[in-house]
């Protein structure tokens, strides 16, 4: 059974950093897209970015690009989202998911999902 869990979200100021962490379990990720989405209270969940499990390939919204990264640590199944920079409109629910497609940026095309980790962002 997959299991994916995040962690590492609270409040921060703005222009301040966070880093989230996602710990996959229960089957081989060598060649499945890891990614993050998040939902802000009454809007749709929106993509954030992916990485392919090795690490060599990542796609970033441009909402997030040059301020978020991506990275893998394969020996400890995890996958973590840097933010930098944080605005008031990162505030969201920030969910990590698994698909097969790193280009994909629809929610429809991530299989497993995360119980999402709450980060909010003061001004």
């Known amino acids: 059974q997959v299991q994916l869990v995040e962690s590492g979200g609270g409040l921060v100021q703005a222009g301040g950093s966070l880093r989230l962490s996602c710990a996959a379990s229960?089957?081989?990720?060598?060649?499945?897209?890891m990614a993050w989405f998040r939902q802000a209270p009454g809007k749709e969940r929106e993509f954030v970015g992916a990485?392919?499990?090795?690490?060599?390939?990542?796609y970033y919204a441009d909402s997030v690009k040059n301020r978020f990264t991506i990275s893998t640590d394969n020996a400890k199944n995890t996958v973590y989202l840097q933010m930098n920079s944080l605005k008031p409109e990162d505030t969201a629910v920030y969910y990590c998911a698994t698909g097969s497609k790193l280009l994909s940026t629809s929610s429809n095309e991530y299989t497993y999902w995360g119980q999402g980790t709450q980060v909010t962002v003061s001004s």
């Open positions: 990485v392919s499990w090795s690490g060599r390939s990542t």
């Open positions: 229960g089957r081989t990720f060598s060649n499945r897209v």
